[in-house]
């Protein structure tokens, strides 16, 4: 029974070794990561907008697959819109833009 106690205690101290040391680690990265998606969501949003300006986003409530969607405005006076959409993956949900 002692014995039993003993590799229970120890598991229970590594455990939450590891969860302080995961929530850590979490805190220091977490900035870097929410930059680098930034950085790729911008990035897509000018490959779709094929030399369109790329207004602010609004955000859509009401739409499971329409996450929100970003206005057009061309040089030539021409409009459209940008929608932000999300699959479904193997790996999760999908961010998916799509351009008219």
């Not at 929410?34 to 859509?60: C, P, Q, S």
Request: hydrophobic letters at 45%; one cysteine or more.
């Amino acid at each position: 029974m002692k014995k039993t106690l003993a590799i229970g205690g120890k598991l229970a101290l590594i455990c939450a070794i590891s969860a302080i040391l995961l929530a850590f680690v979490n805190s220091i990265t977490e900035p870097a990561i929410r930059e680098y998606k930034r950085k790729t969501l911008l990035e897509g949003l000018k490959a779709v907008a094929g030399g369109g300006e790329i207004g602010e986003e609004n955000l859509v409530e009401d739409n499971p697959a329409v996450k929100g969607y970003y206005p057009l405005v061309f040089p030539d006076g021409g409009s459209g819109y940008i929608l932000r959409l999300i699959g479904s993956g193997y790996g999760g949900d999908m961010l998916i833009l799509s351009g008219f």
